[in-house]
């Protein structure tokens, strides 16, 4: 069974020089990069507790250790679907563990 941590975070996703708590989070997920660990991006419209549907952008995915393309992969999905909630999953098959991170929340909805 896979561990799942959610942390949230209400920044978007470019920009990350304005942001420095987003640079630091954006270059732990390098280190994952160069680990092995596969991302993946998914998305849904509305997050409800308990039955949150996330639908999958593109296809999970080692991103051969690059961080830039996880950034365009990110945006793009942004730009398609610019009103829903946006993660990124980091998925490490050695250690069994989950990692997901919100990088986008639309600001005209609510969590709940």
Do not use: F, K
């Amino acid at each position: 069974m896979l561990a799942t941590t959610v942390v949230q975070s209400l920044l978007p996703i470019t920009g990350a020089a304005q942001y420095p708590a987003e640079s630091r989070m954006l270059a732990q997920l390098e280190h994952c990069l160069h680990r092995g660990c596969v991302l993946a991006i998914e998305h849904t419209a509305r997050i409800e507790p308990r039955t949150a549907q996330w639908e999958l952008w593109g296809t999970s995915s080692l991103y051969a250790g690059d961080l830039q393309a996880v950034h365009i992969e990110i945006d793009r999905c942004r730009q398609a679907h610019c009103n829903h909630h946006i993660r990124l999953c980091v998925e490490d098959w050695h250690w069994r563990s989950r990692l997901s991170v919100i990088v986008y929340r639309p600001h005209s909805t609510a969590l709940y």
